[in-house]
Nanobody, 124 residues
Framework: QVQLAESGGGSVQPGGSLSVSCAAS?????MGWYRQAPGQEREGIAL????????DYADSVRDRFRIFRDNAKNTLTLQMNNLKSEDSALYYC????????????????????WSQGTQVTVSS
């Protein structure tokens, strides 16, 4: 396992942009984000794996969200553009130090390290 420090998030109007970053205390094979809104199921939305050679995005965020990596700092940033009210949720990053970690967003829930979460609110 690794320790994850998440930062960013906040509030923005629909159509705006926000970013959330996740810094790991050590190396990892996979890192991604999932989100959970009140009364909703947890949803894996984006991941980067194998040093950035593999990425996967949920259909709900594809073409709006993008992951940027800083391998030297073991940090990933999720850039979120054209935000919608339905993107409002608590966002968690998760990482996995195991080589066999899953590389589809559905696998994020099984990763072995998690952040404390940060709130993203999209509202006019």
């Amino acid at each position: 396992q690794v320790q994850l420090a998440e930062s960013g998030g906040g509030s923005v109007q629909p159509g705006g942009s926000l970013s959330v970053s996740c810094a790991a205390s050590g190396d990892f094979w996979c890192m991604g984000w999932y989100r959970q809104a009140p009364g909703q199921e947890r949803e894996g939305i984006a991941l980067s794996a194998r040093g950035g050679t593999i990425e996967d995005y949920a259909d709900s965020v594809r073409d709006r969200f993008r992951i940027f990596r800083d391998n030297a700092k073991n940090t990933l940033t999720l850039q979120m553009n054209n935000l919608k009210s339905e993107d409002s949720a608590l966002y968690y990053c998760a990482a996995d130090t195991r080589r066999e970690c899953g590389v589809r967003v559905q696998a994020i829930r099984a990763y072995n390290s998690w952040s404390q979460g940060t709130q993203v609110t999209v509202s006019s």
